[in-house]
């Protein structure tokens, strides 16, 4: 298992810019892909951005595609998840995910952090 930490929530106005950290501890985190999701009110949970064990492989949803990017950095056990252009849509809870399958991490992971707010004002 790998525990999951997500940061740098917060609120900002539409246009502006932030970038989520997801610490992960325990298990070989480059053994891992890492995902972000979003849960709006109301809504649906949300797939968002991807990226594999290695780095070299993204993946993001076409609603975020284009002002988002997803990295990591395997030194510091981390993935980021930088948005800019953000939208008032983009308001959410963020969740970072983990899962050694590529497919399983965009559709269904099975290990998840506890979520950080995203508020976007208009």
């Known amino acids: 298992q790998v525990q999951l930490v997500e940061s740098g929530g917060g609120l900002v106005q539409a246009g502006g810019s932030l970038r989520l950290s997801c610490a992960a501890s325990g298990r070989t985190f480059s053994n891992y892909q890492m995902g972000w999701f979003r849960r709006a009110p109301g809504k649906e949970r949300q797939f968002v951005a991807a990226i594999t064990w290695n780095g070299v492989s993204t993946s993001y949803a076409n609603s975020v595609k284009g002002r988002f990017t997803v990295s990591r950095d395997s030194s510091r056990n981390t993935v980021y998840l930088q948005m800019n252009s953000l939208k008032p849509e983009d308001t959410a809870v963020y969740y970072c995910?983990?899962?050694?399958?590529?497919?399983?991490?965009?559709?269904?992971?099975?290990?998840w952090g506890q979520g950080t707010q995203v508020t976007i004002s208009s």
């Open positions: 995910a983990a899962d050694r399958n590529w497919v399983a991490v965009i559709t269904n992971p099975t290990m």
